[in-house]
């Protein structure tokens, strides 16, 4: 009998993790408390640890408009002056078995959505919209709604947001964000291509095509305020997210919808070249969002009652890893629970799955809160959760995209569960591999 699973929140860890569950056989419900007609219109990476999966399960990047990342470029916010050029596009396809793309966040939204609730492997999740979670009993388990109705099933996932309720229904105290000492806020907006393509003064921020499917990070210093922006949606978009420290401020909340004027952004940016500020005085439509830590929490799971993506290890943005870890969850929730009918199997299934993904992502979410060169402030703490904390901007890439999910969940199953465990049939389509080809070399 399959296990009826109910899923909390359909942002991307939610509907990554209804894809894996209806491959695995499993009845799933998705309950959201939104009607998902008000997506943040940011950009997001697509990262290879993520992408190998969601190309194995049907994912068409060209349909839904991503842009194959070709490369990476830091230079001096002051001078414009290029620090380091580092090209990625075949390189990263041959070593981690899958591109590295920017997409739209709403674009990736939009095709996670569809291979949750549309034709294909497995029953088709159901989407419950306006759908409000106001308390959850870990042992029942159950939801508990807005109009009082209660919801039972054999399984509840919470993946519903960085102020999810279940964080404390699972540790019993909440999670309260921390200051943070090195970026406390950043701005994010999108400018149209043709905008910056159409005036002479900052048509050469793309000219001839020189930034098509390349990062660019501007920064003053080491600790000084930074600037990264890349394209989106087949290079129709460019995405900015601009981190600085703002010693006033106070922020004790995370709001993805605070407006700002373009004004605070240059302000921020004052020593910026005047071609670089110029781009930025195109931004129309700009957010101000507070960057806010949350330290790793010592479990997931209570009962039959998990917490999963940014319920669990919300990220701040600078490894580019938020959107990756939560996919990452959603496919290794699907195989350790890939056989199980029972429901009192569910806990065992519960702790390989909290083994393959608590440490690697709290690792994740600490590193997460500075720049690849500013490993040196957090190394201690890193080093709680990983034996390996990587140092170089190759050491990175290996430990963010070179980490097979699939294989590795694969492998504590035989160990921990059954030494038979294999995948079941249909659980990945076509021949489009979800493995790392092979190790990479260290």
């Known amino acids: 009998m399959p296990l009826d699973i109910i899923i909390v929140g359909a942002g991307i860890a939610g509907l990554s993790t209804a894809i894996s569950l209806r491959r695995a056989g499993h009845r799933v419900r998705v309950l959201e408390r939104s009607a998902l007609g008000n997506e943040v219109g940011a950009a997001i990476n697509v990262c290879p640890n993520a992408s190998r999966a969601l190309l194995a399960w049907g994912l068409d990047p060209v349909a839904n408009r991503f842009v194959e990342v070709q490369g990476i470029l830091t230079a001096v916010g002051a001078t414009l002056e290029p620090l380091v050029s580092s090209p990625l596009g075949p390189w990263v396809r041959g070593v981690y078995g899958a591109p590295l793309y920017f997409a739209h966040r709403v674009d990736l939204h939009e095709a996670l959505k569809v291979l949750a609730v549309g034709d294909g492997a497995g029953k088709p999740a159901v989407l419950q919209l306006n759908t409000t979670v106001v308390g959850y009993d870990p042992e029942t388990p159950s939801v508990t709604l807005s109009t009082g109705h209660v919801l039972a099933a054999d399984l509840v996932i919470a993946a519903d947001g960085i102020h999810s309720i279940a964080v404390e229904a699972v540790l019993g105290h909440t999670n309260p964000p921390q200051p943070q000492a090195l970026y406390n806020g950043c701005f994010r907006f999108l400018i149209p291509a043709a905008d910056l393509d159409s005036d002479p003064e900052t048509s050469w921020w793309n000219k001839d095509g020189v930034r098509n499917g390349k990062m660019s990070i501007y920064m003053n210093g080491k600790t000084g305020n930074r600037c990264v922006s890349y394209p989106c949606r087949n290079h129709e978009l460019w995405n900015f997210v601009c981190m600085f420290h703002d010693e006033l401020a106070v922020a004790t909340k995370e709001d993805w919808h605070a407006p700002v004027d ?56 600078h490894q580019g890893q938020g ?103 249909g659980f990945f389509q076509g021949n489009f591999s979800p493995y790392m080809p092979s190790p990479p070399a260290q």
């Open 323 to 425: 959107g990756a870890q939560g996919i990452e969850d959603g496919i290794a929730m699907g195989i350790a629970l890939s056989g199980v009918s029972a429901p009192s199997d569910i806990p065992q299934r519960l702790a390989v799955f909290e083994k393959a993904r608590r440490d690697r992502a709290s690792a994740i979410q600490i590193l997460s809160n500075a720049g690849q060169e500013q490993v040196d402030i957090i190394h201690k703490e890193v080093e709680r959760y990983v034996g390996f904390v990587p140092k170089t901007p190759q050491e990175f890439s290996h430990f963010n995209w070179g980490h097979d999910i699939v294989r590795s969940t694969e492998l504590l199953l035989q160990k921990e569960v059954d030494p038979g465990f294999k995948l079941p049939e």
């Open 262 to 317: 373009k004004s605070h952004l240059l302000k921020a940016f004052p020593d910026f070249h005047p071609s670089l500020r110029a781009v930025l005085s195109k931004a129309t439509d700009m957010k101000r969002w507070p960057l806010l830590y949350r330290a790793p929490i010592p479990r997931w799971t209570k009962e039959k009652l998990v917490i999963i993506g940014d319920s669990a290890h919300p990220m701040l943005p």
